[in-house]
Nanobody
Framework: QVQLQESGPGLVKPSQSLSLTCTVS??????????WTWIRQPPGKGMERIGY???????YYDPSLKSHTSISRDTSRNQFTLRLSSVTPEDTAVYYC????????????WGRGTRVAVSA
């Protein structure tokens, strides 16, 4: 059974960078057909995909966030990390990591989410 857990700061100041890490257990992040994804939900709004790093190491960022986003991985720790630069209060949200399985075109595992506030 694959499990994911987010970790990182709960409060970040405007103009600083946000860094969040997802630790995956019960399966390798290099397993074929998995796309390791960051998703967020601002207060009162819907879910928004930020981007992913694939099992191969290739990355994709949603166009609206691409200029401020970087996703990387550490295969020795079975972790992948989101870095969001120059944050504003509009980046306040619950941040989730999830695994998308290409063969079923669905997310089949999720973290519980971590709440991040951007405020001075």
């Amino acid at each position: 059974q694959v499990q994911l857990q987010e970790s990182g700061p709960g409060l970040v100041k405007p103009s600083q960078s946000l860094s969040l890490t997802c630790t995956v257990s019960g399966g390798s992040i290099t397993t074929n057909d998995y796309y390791w994804t960051w998703i967020r939900q601002p207060p009162g709004k819907g879910m928004e995909r930020i981007g992913y790093i694939a099992y191969s190491g290739s990355t994709y960022y949603d166009p609206s966030l691409k200029s401020h986003t970087s996703i990387s991985r550490d295969t020795s720790r079975n972790q992948f990390t989101l870095r969001l630069s120059s944050v504003t209060p509009e980046d306040t949200a619950v941040y989730y990591c999830a695994g998308w399985r290409g063969g079923i075109q669905a997310y089949d595992c999720w973290g519980r989410g971590t709440r991040v506030a951007v405020s001075a």
